[in-house]
Every structure is written in structure tokens, then in C-alpha cells.
T-cell receptor, first 116, second 111 residues
């Protein structure tokens, strides 16, 4: 089945620095990928849709200048958390699936971000 | 938009059967997914229903009624490792892989 790989699995960074998270589709091409954030004991909240070759589409309330998304190829999307603050500490998960209206989404392993 | 309603928590006994219900409202409908998520891990795919009826896959079955906006996940012969959060995710119009999740149901399996 389709495999989505996310890296790194966990990262600790200092407040004010930026962190880049990668999401790769390993055996299929994905024109769209999705970024979610999950706080402890809460559900996955969709942050944005990453579109290959064009700008990402952000959900309401998500700061596009803080969460930079780049989808430069059909197998790679990156999420950069800029000027991270402790409140950005969360579990970030990407998903992707093969093209078509009836495909299913597969998730990367997730990235645990801790900002100190 | 989407409205998804699931019980927040459930407790069941090892070896028993448990049914996790999900009601939803979506703009259009293109199938419903169930995912399992263990604490600290990403969700894993369990089942997908697009037509009314029951889909069985080993110990897990999922049911869908589109007219009622209702689905359930049935877990049989419960094992301790089934303790996890179960997420119901209906897919709205447009299809694709953009999913919206409810709060999920935290299932605890006890001896």
C-alpha cells in the first residue's frame, strides 16, 4: 500500500528558531498533501493543504507566514515552523494519498515538536 | 462544513465486542473512514465505507447508513492492544484525501 514518510520524528528547538518538517510519498505521486496539528488529548486539526507547484491553502485561523509550506515536487512537501514559540509545541502529522476521488489518505509517522 | 459526533470515551472488557458510533453531517458525501490512533503515534487506516451496509475485515467491521448520516465501528474479540483512539472521518464533496476529524473515541480495554 501507499507509504508516507515524515521526518524528523521528534525535534527540540529553542524559542525563536525555525524548524523544517518533511513529508514524502514513497511509492506514489501526490499533487496534494495535508498538514495536521494535534495537541494532547485533542483531535487532529487540519492546518493546510499543500499543493504541488502552487501556494498552499490554509485553514481559517492558521497563520500562513508562520507555517510555511512548500510542495516543490510530487513526492515532497515541507512545513517550516518559523520563529517557534513554546505554544507551537505539538504533534504535527502529514497525510497524502494517490490521486482520484475515492482514494484513502495515509499518514506519516508524525513529528513531535517541543519548543523550549 | 462538517459536523462529526462520537462518544468521547468507552471502556470494554478483553474478549468482548464493542461498537463505536459516529454521526455526521457533511456538504456532499464521498465515503467515510475509520482510523485507529495510539497515543503519540499517527493514525492508521482501519476501514472505508462508501455504500450502505457492513464491511467486514477480520476483527473489525464498519457499517454505514448514508441516509441517516450514521456509521459504526465494531470491534470483536477485544485485545488489550485495541486500547486507542478511534477516529471517524467522513469525506465531503470533492473527494480527494482532505479529511476532517472529530474528537475521536478513546477506547480502554480492561482485563
Amino acid at each position: 500500500g501507499a507509504v508516507v514518510s515524515q521526518h524528523p520524528s521528534w525535534v527540540i528547538c529553542k524559542s525563536g528558531t525555525s524548524v523544517k518538517i518533511e513529508c514524502r510519498s514513497l511509492d506514489f505521486q501526490a499533487t496534494t498533501m495535508f498538514w495536521y496539528r494535534q495537541f494532547p488529548k485533542q483531535s487532529l486539526m487540519l492546518m493546510a493543504t499543500s499543493n504541488e507547484g502552487s501556494k498552499a491553502t490554509y485553514e481559517q485561523g492558521v497563520e500562513k507566514d508562520k507555517f510555511l509550506i512548500n510542495h516543490a515536487s510530487l513526492t515532497l512537501s515541507t512545513l517550516t515552523v518559523t520563529s517557534a514559540h513554546p505554544e507551537d509545541s505539538s504533534f504535527y502529522i502529514c497525510s497524502a494519498g494517490e490521486q482520484g476521488p475515492k482514494t484513502k489518505a495515509f499518514f506519516g509517522q508524525g513529528t513531535r515538536l517541543t519548543v523550549v | 462544513g462538517q459536523n462529526i459526533d462520537q462518544p468521547t470515551e468507552m471502556t470494554a472488557t478483553e474478549g468482548a465486542i464493542v461498537q463505536i458510533n459516529c454521526t455526521y453531517q457533511t456538504s456532499g458525501f464521498n465515503g467515510l473512514f475509520w482510523y485507529q490512533q495510539h497515543a503519540g503515534e499517527a493514525p492508521t487506516f482501519l476501514s472505508y465505507n462508501v455504500l450502505d451496509g457492513l464491511e467486514e475485515k477480520g476483527r473489525f467491521s464498519s457499517f454505514l447508513s448514508r441516509s441517516k448520516g450514521y456509521s459504526y465501528l465494531l470491534l470483536k474479540e477485544l485485545q488489550m492492544k485495541d486500547s486507542a483512539s478511534y477516529l471517524c472521518a467522513p469525506r465531503g464533496e470533492g473527494g480527494g484525501n482532505k479529511l476532517t476529524f472529530g474528537t475521536g473515541t478513546q477506547l480502554k480495554v480492561e482485563l
